[in-house]
């Protein structure tokens, strides 16, 4: 998956828009999501931040993802937490649920991945 934050600076923002590009073979599917909230916050023992965002129209999925990150206060361990809630967004979606369900959870490793390189970069990711 590709994806673009359409903000002036590139970065997560509540309102933006993320364009996703996924190519399957020679096709290319383009779709969007909306942020609808972004926070930081330090509750006793952790810190956390990260961004939720809705689908939009049109979008294979409806639903809701939440990602942030949360570090132990004590340990410094830090974990990737993704949440997310969704059901088949278009009629093709619906008839092709297993294969769309394959192809989230595909995602959802890359996701992982990307995250996991970030942390194993000396000084790629701070909280």
């Not at 909306?34 to 956390?48: I, L, M, S, T």
Request: with cysteine; charged share 20%.
């Amino acid at each position: 998956m590709r994806y673009r934050v359409c903000t002036g600076d590139g970065r997560v923002a509540r309102g933006a828009t993320i364009v996703q590009r996924v190519r399957l073979g020679l096709v290319a599917l383009e779709t969007a999501v909306r942020v609808v909230d972004v926070f930081e916050w330090a509750p006793p023992g952790e810190r956390k931040c990260g961004f939720s965002y809705a689908t939009l129209e049109g979008h294979p999925e409806r639903g809701i993802a939440t990602f942030y990150v949360r570090q132990d206060s004590l340990t410094g361990v830090v974990d990737l937490v993704i949440e997310t809630w969704s059901r088949p967004g278009t009629w093709a979606t619906r008839m092709g649920r297993p294969v769309a369900r394959l192809l989230q959870r595909h995602l959802t490793s890359e996701a992982l991945r990307y995250f996991q390189a970030l942390v194993v970069a000396p000084g790629s990711l701070s909280l």
